[in-house]
């Protein structure tokens, strides 16, 4: 993977997503400006990357900081989105997928767009880190 883009940020326990979303939507839109990205991967690419750094910052943090690392790369075989994380370990590969998203929230969605949209090249977790690899179709 080559010419990538990065951010890396600590969430605090109890602060809202909002800052931190904003953030990584903006590493996507100044990669796929940089790349070249048309309309259709870009708006997929800004789907999956809110979904999982939102997934991580609702789910995985326990009322505790989280350190992260995301970064956005584009090799011949197309954009790698790489989350490293300091959270809970959460292969999205064993994950269930719910049939039908819950009625309140919604949730329940976001790991079936990013399977539809994503292959999973890697997931590892490790002396308290985890790092997904996802690679978009």
Not at 12 to 40: C, N, W, Y
Not at 72 to 86: E, M, N, Q, Y
Not at 95 to 107: H, K, L, N, S
Request: proline share 6%.
């Amino acid at each position: 993977m080559v010419s990538g883009t990065t951010i890396s940020r600590c969430h605090k326990a109890g602060q809202e997503a909002g800052d931190t979303l904003i953030a990584a939507m903006a590493l996507v839109e100044r990669f796929a400006v940089s790349h070249g990205l048309e309309t259709p991967a870009m708006q997929r690419l800004a789907i999956v990357v809110e979904e999982i750094v939102s997934n991580l910052l609702c789910h995985a943090a326990h009322d505790r900081d989280i350190a992260f690392t995301l970064s956005l790369d584009h090799g011949t075989a197309g954009p790698h989105i790489v989350l490293d994380d300091d959270s809970d370990p959460f292969d999205p590969r064993t994950a269930p997928i719910p049939e039908m998203p819950e009625p309140v929230r919604g949730g329940g969605v976001g790991l079936a767009l990013v399977g539809a949209w994503c292959d999973i090249v890697a997931y590892d977790s490790a002396q308290g880190r985890n790092r997904l690899i996802l690679r978009l179709r």
